[in-house]
């Protein structure tokens, strides 16, 4: 859709909206970015535990288990990220839904207390996707469970970073340019938080360069072909 067409609101301090009337879910609305770290770390090394203990497995099997979570939780990441917060409803409710879920952040997306999952549904989802992998992959559940878990705190503890640390190493530098791109210039494409592999394979990226910026933020434009 071209870029004229879309409502373009964006806040670029950290403030936050009010989204519900009841108290009660405004106030868990609101998430310190340290929570997924703190819930999650205790959880993986407990499934490294049982990988180690329970699944009779080389180091390297071990591994090779865990990069294959990691993988997994990069391309939920982008599925998610790019066909369903990135959906367009056409009901009333689907779009109230649609700003609750996703529309929110990039109308705010400086808003550090609504950068991380809630727990509300972080930990129902950890739960799915563990009797997922317990009844698909057996004794391998636990390194794929751990591998998944690092995905999702890395995915978590990356999207934060890219909004609010300076990022001054490259690689950091480079995924919150590409982070802020898709905010700022061209939310069709850079799908990808904490990876832009998916991005690379689906056709979904776009070429970065830097360029100065008002806000102290790094700002991003199209490179040219």
Not at 181 to 187: A, G, M, P, V
Request: aromatic residues 16%.
């Amino acid at each position: 859709m071209p870029e004229t067409e879309k409502r373009r609101y964006i806040s670029n301090k950290n403030e936050s909206v009010r989204m519900f009337d009841s108290k009660f879910m405004e106030f868990f609305s609101h998430i310190h970015p340290a929570t997924p770290v703190i819930l999650y770390v205790p959880v993986i090394g407990y499934m490294l535990y049982r990988a180690f203990s329970e699944g009779y497995m080389s180091i390297l099997t071990i591994a090779a288990l865990f990069l294959a979570g990691v993988l997994m939780w990069t391309l939920l990441e982008y599925g998610v990220h790019r066909y369903i917060f990135h959906y367009e409803p056409k009901s009333r409710v689907g779009r109230l839904l649609h700003f609750i879920v996703h529309g929110v952040h990039h109308d705010y997306p400086n808003d550090a207390s609504r950068l991380v999952l809630p727990p509300v549904i972080s930990i129902p989802m950890a739960v799915l996707f563990y009797f997922v992998f317990e009844s698909t992959f057996g004794r391998f559940a636990p390194a794929v469970s751990a591998g998944f878990g690092v995905g999702y705190v890395c995915y978590d503890t990356i999207h934060y970073a890219t909004h609010h640390f300076a990022m001054k190493n490259k690689a950091g530098l480079w995924l919150k340019q590409y982070h802020l791109r898709h905010h700022y210039k061209d939310d069709e494409a850079g799908y990808g938080v904490s990876s832009p592999l998916w991005d690379y394979v689906f056709g979904t990226t776009r070429k970065i360069a830097c360029e100065p910026s008002l806000d102290g933020h790094p700002a991003v434009k199209k490179s040219s072909d």
